[in-house]
């Protein structure tokens, strides 16, 4: 049993647990975060018009997926450039809502406990919820609705693991379309950014405040070994068949298209950069929107399978070497304090 499933178990029975993930309940009212509900880990609450769906957990580990619903209402209009001030992106990410929940299910087999899932089921043509509310749902009252139940319970769930574990990860799941068939690791830093040498990227403090696992950096641990590191994520994923950039073995995209992280990687992450979206800067749930290719991940039932078993068992021993690391240094110690 690995450190992770022991500070996990000790927390499971004050959280509760369930086997259920049929029930419903009332939404949130708006961002400051949903009504207070006693949430059962393992079921299901949705939204006014059951457009957010969000799964209760009690591990540390936070799930959405806002790219992979199915459902185009009639009420709400399609979002176009002109209605959403100039940018309005309305392509699917295939298959990701589907792996989400795999993923979902994976880590409860492999930790005995649940994570924390929000899913927004509307398609990406009536709302975005990885935008800011203008380009998320360009001023219809019923897709405004939606983005604040959407990100009012991952507001929840981000307190519900501060409160209950002390320090949590979040992972926003994406699909690309990009040529190379290997997954994208978007920390908040752009492809110059990753382009640095790890003596580079160690030296300016902009990079580490900036990135999506600012309070996991401690001066044993510095910004490229978690980036691209032996043991970092990226690493660890490509132990498990699934190549990652960045890696070891793909320190940074190079000239390759990549997405360093959006709207709900900064709102929900530790970055300094938070506050900016509503979120909390410098706080203890740090995080990554991971942006998955299509195929041998993707495209099949048997393959999304395969990468969710093998995200659990990268998250439990990517989190729990972190668990260590971080109680080792006593604290979040930032490279130059």
């Given at each position: 049993?690995?450190?992770?499933?022991?500070?996990?178990?000790?927390?499971?029975?004050?959280?509760?647990?369930?086997?259920?993930?049929?029930?419903?309940?009332?939404?949130?009212?708006?961002?400051?975060?949903?009504?207070?509900?006693?949430?059962?880990?393992?079921?299901?609450?949705?939204?006014?018009?059951?457009?957010?769906?969000?799964?209760?957990?009690?591990?540390?580990?936070?799930?959405?997926?806002?790219?992979?619903?199915?459902?185009?209402?009639?009420?709400?209009?399609?979002?176009?450039?002109?209605?959403?001030?100039?940018?309005?992106?309305?392509?699917?990410?295939?298959?990701?809502?589907?792996?989400?929940?795999?993923?979902?299910?994976?880590?409860?087999?492999?930790?005995?406990?649940?994570?924390?899932?929000?899913?927004?089921?509307?398609?990406?043509?009536?709302?975005?919820?990885?935008?800011?509310?203008?380009?998320?749902?360009?001023?219809?009252?019923?897709?405004?609705?939606?983005?604040?139940e959407y990100h009012g319970f991952i507001d929840r769930a981000r307190a519900d693991v501060a409160e209950a574990h002390g320090r949590g990860w979040y992972m926003d799941v994406h699909g690309h379309g990009h040529p190379y068939q290997r997954l994208e690791l978007g920390y908040l830093l752009r492809r110059p950014d990753l382009a640095l040498d790890d003596d580079a990227l160690t030296a300016d403090d902009v990079f580490w405040r900036r990135s999506s696992i600012q309070t996991m950096v401690t001066a044993a641990t510095q910004l490229?070994?978690?980036?691209?590191?032996?043991?970092?994520?990226?690493?660890?994923?490509?132990?498990?068949?699934?190549?990652?950039?960045?890696?070891?073995?793909?320190?940074?995209?190079?000239?390759?298209?990549?997405?360093?992280?959006?709207?709900?990687?900064?709102?929900?992450?530790?970055?300094?950069?938070?506050?900016?979206?509503?979120?909390?800067?410098?706080?203890?749930?740090?995080?990554?929107?991971?942006?998955?290719?299509?195929?041998?991940?993707?495209?099949?039932?048997?393959?999304?399978?395969?990468?969710?078993?093998?995200?659990?068992?990268?998250?439990?021993?990517?989190?729990?070497?972190?668990?260590?690391?971080?109680?080792?240094?006593?604290?979040?110690?930032?490279?130059?304090?």
């Amino acid at each position: 049993m690995s450190v992770l499933t022991l500070v996990v178990a000790s927390s499971l029975t004050v959280a509760g647990s369930s086997c259920s993930t049929s029930a419903v309940g009332p939404p949130p009212a708006d961002t400051t975060g949903p009504e207070q509900v006693d949430y059962v880990p393992g079921e299901s609450y949705y939204g006014e018009h059951g457009y957010v769906e969000y799964i209760a957990g009690n591990l540390p580990i936070i799930l959405s997926a806002g790219h992979g619903g199915h459902l185009m209402p009639s009420a709400i209009p399609d979002r176009t450039a002109d209605r959403c001030g100039g940018s309005a992106t309305t392509v699917t990410d295939r298959n990701t809502r589907e792996m989400t929940l795999m993923m979902s299910q994976a880590i409860v087999e492999r930790l005995g406990g649940h994570p924390h899932v929000v899913i927004s089921h509307l398609h990406r043509r009536k709302l975005d919820p990885n935008r800011d509310l203008v380009e998320a749902a360009c001023g219809n009252g019923l897709a405004e609705q939606a983005w604040r139940e959407y990100h009012g319970f991952i507001d929840r769930a981000r307190a519900d693991v501060a409160e209950a574990h002390g320090r949590g990860w979040y992972m926003d799941v994406h699909g690309h379309g990009h040529p190379y068939q290997r997954l994208e690791l978007g920390y908040l830093l752009r492809r110059p950014d990753l382009a640095l040498d790890d003596d580079a990227l160690t030296a300016d403090d902009v990079f580490w405040r900036r990135s999506s696992i600012q309070t996991m950096v401690t001066a044993a641990t510095q910004l490229p070994a978690l980036l691209r590191g032996e043991t970092s994520l990226g690493a660890l994923y490509e132990e498990h068949g699934f190549p990652a950039v960045p890696s070891p073995t793909y320190p940074d995209p190079g000239d390759e298209p990549f997405f360093s992280g959006g709207y709900s990687t900064v709102r929900h992450t530790c970055t300094a950069n938070a506050y900016l979206y509503g979120g909390h800067a410098d706080g203890p749930v740090c995080g990554v929107q991971l942006e998955a290719n299509f195929h041998g991940v993707r495209d099949t039932e048997e393959n999304r399978a395969r990468f969710a078993s093998a995200t659990a068992a990268v998250l439990e021993e990517f989190l729990a070497r972190a668990v260590m690391e971080l109680e080792t240094a006593g604290s979040y110690l930032m490279p130059h304090q």
